[in-house]
């Protein structure tokens, strides 16, 4: 059965650092939109970053940027990482990995990319940020 599996969550204290990693098993990414999503208890489901594996495009939620970086593995095909550095206690939340296939998405699926209808969803990796 195809699906996402994540892993790298812990706790980690504020400053430090976390790799979360997601695997897809029975398929590859190729033309995919991968994307990481986080919910954090009484807050809203946000999108966090996403990357498209046809041409390496990322893109980051606001909260995101200069601290996260994705990227995917060339040498693995069907593995997507989030580096997390200067973590803050707001970092807090489950994260799980999304995956869209790109088949007909058009030229500006990055403007929704959060919204968008995705196919497969990994279970979540808890992340805990301590002040």
């Known amino acids: 059965e195809a699906q996402l599996v994540e892993s790298g969550g812990g706790l980690v204290q504020a400053g430090g650092s976390l790799r979360l990693s997601c695997s897809a098993s029975e398929f590859a990414f190729d033309d995919y939109v991968i994307a990481w999503f986080r919910q954090a208890p009484g807050k809203a489901h946000e999108g966090v970053s996403c990357i498209s594996s046809s041409d390496g495009r990322t893109y980051y939620a606001e909260s995101a940027k200069g601290r996260f970086t994705i990227s995917s593995d060339d040498a693995k095909k069907n593995t997507v990482y989030l580096q997390m550095n200067s973590l803050k206690p707001e970092d807090t939340a489950v994260y799980s990995c999304?995956?869209?296939?790109?088949?007909?998405?058009?030229?500006?699926?990055?403007?929704?990319?959060?919204?968008?209808?995705?196919?497969?969803w990994g279970q979540g990796t808890q992340v805990t940020v301590s002040s």
């Open positions: 999304a995956a869209k296939y790109n088949n007909s998405l058009g030229n500006n699926w990055y403007r929704v990319w959060p919204l968008l209808s995705y196919d497969y």
